[in-house]
Structures are given as structure tokens and as C-alpha cells.
């Protein structure tokens, strides 16, 4: 069982940054692929980003990319996600999830985290 912590949302304006972090336990960090979701008021859950069990390859949602960034320690058990250039419509509880396939479909992760929200304020 693989339990999965979000941590460094809160409260930003839009153009500012930050950096969430997803701290992993309970299982081997590096046999599974990583992804960030986000669900945001009325929305339903959409994946943002998703990175191999090695970090060698990553994959972003086109409303991201460019500006946010995905990576992972397997030393550390840590998956992050760099997000500059926020938006409102960035809005969204993130949550953080493992799965044993590189998949960006939700129903394919194995382990949830709950969440942390990040607001950006126009």
C-alpha cells in the first residue's frame, strides 16, 4: 500500500509560481509512474502531468506545457511539480497519484493522494 502526501499549495497571483510536492511511503517509489491531477470548482478531475519510473520521459496537458514541470527523486521518494506563470483558470485542488502504467487516464492510477489547493487571484 502506497500512501501518497501533497504538500506547498495556497494562495498566489496570476504570473506568480509554486512548487507542489507529493512525498511517497509504504512502497518501492521507483516502480511506479507519477502523475498530477487537479480538479477545479464545477470541473471534473483532469491529469496536468505524468513522468516514468525512471524521470526519463514526461508528458504535460497542452494548458500547461511550457509552463509547469514535473519530476522525481527515487532517492528521496518525491514527485514535484513547478508551476510559474499561473493563471486563475489554474484554480484546483492538485493531487498527486501513482500507477503502475505511464497513463494520464485517471481510472489507471493505483494510489491517490488528497489534495492540496492552489488559488491564484487575479
Known amino acids: 500500500q502506497v500512501q501518497l502526501v501533497e504538500s506547498g499549495g495556497g494562495l498566489v497571483q496570476a504570473g506568480g509560481s509554486l512548487r507542489l510536492s507529493c512525498a511517497a511511503s509504504?512502497?518501492?517509489?521507483?516502480?511506479?509512474?507519477m502523475g498530477w491531477f487537479r480538479q477545479g470548482p464545477g470541473k471534473e478531475r483532469e491529469c496536468v502531468a505524468v513522468i516514468t519510473r525512471s524521470g526519463g520521459r514526461t508528458w504535460y496537458a497542452d494548458s500547461v506545457k511550457g509552463r509547469f514541470t514535473i519530476s522525481r527523486d527515487n532517492a528521496k521518494n518525491t514527485v514535484d511539480l513547478q508551476m510559474n506563470d499561473l493563471k486563475p483558470e489554474d484554480t484546483a485542488v492538485y493531487y498527486c497519484?501513482?500507477?503502475?502504467?505511464?497513463?494520464?487516464?485517471?481510472?489507471?492510477?493505483?494510489?491517490w493522494g488528497k489534495g492540496t489547493l492552489v488559488t491564484v487571484s487575479s
Open positions: 497519484a501513482a500507477s503502475g502504467a505511464y497513463s494520464s487516464i485517471a481510472t489507471y492510477m493505483d494510489y
Open positions: 509504504g512502497g518501492t517509489f521507483s516502480n511506479y509512474a
